[in-house]
């Protein structure tokens, strides 16, 4: 089984910074592609970016693109998003996935999640 554990989120103004980390136990990680999702109350689950197996390729939403940057460290199997000026429309709970494919934009694209980590930004 895959564990993915996310933490990092919180509460900034609009403006603002954080940076989310995800941590992979239970597989190879550096075997799988992995992305972060987001989803606010009342509404679907978002793509937000994703990530080869490499690190080298991403690819991003383009609600975040230039704002948000998604990299991962394969001796810690951990995979983080470093998100800049934040808006309002940011704040959602945020959650990793893992995937055997790589640029997949849908949740069911993705086989293993973790629980997400809420992220709110006051305007």
Do not use: H
């Not at 790589?102 to 086989?111: A, G, M, R, V």
């Amino acid at each position: 089984q895959v564990q993915l554990v996310e933490s990092g989120g919180g509460m900034v103004q609009a403006g603002g910074s954080l940076r989310l980390s995800c941590v992979a136990s239970g597989r190879t990680f550096s075997s799988y592609a992995m992305a972060w999702f987001r989803q606010a109350p009342g509404k679907e689950r978002e793509f937000v970016a994703t990530i080869s197996r490499s690190g080298i390729s991403s690819f991003y939403a383009d609600s975040v693109k230039g704002r948000f940057t998604m990299t991962r460290d394969n001796a810690p199997n951990t995979v983080y998003l470093q998100m800049n000026s934040l808006k309002p429309e940011d704040t959602a709970v945020y959650l990793c996935a893992l995937s055997s494919s790589y640029y997949k934009t849908t949740p069911d694209s993705y086989d293993y999640w973790g629980q997400g980590t809420q992220v709110t930004v006051s305007s």
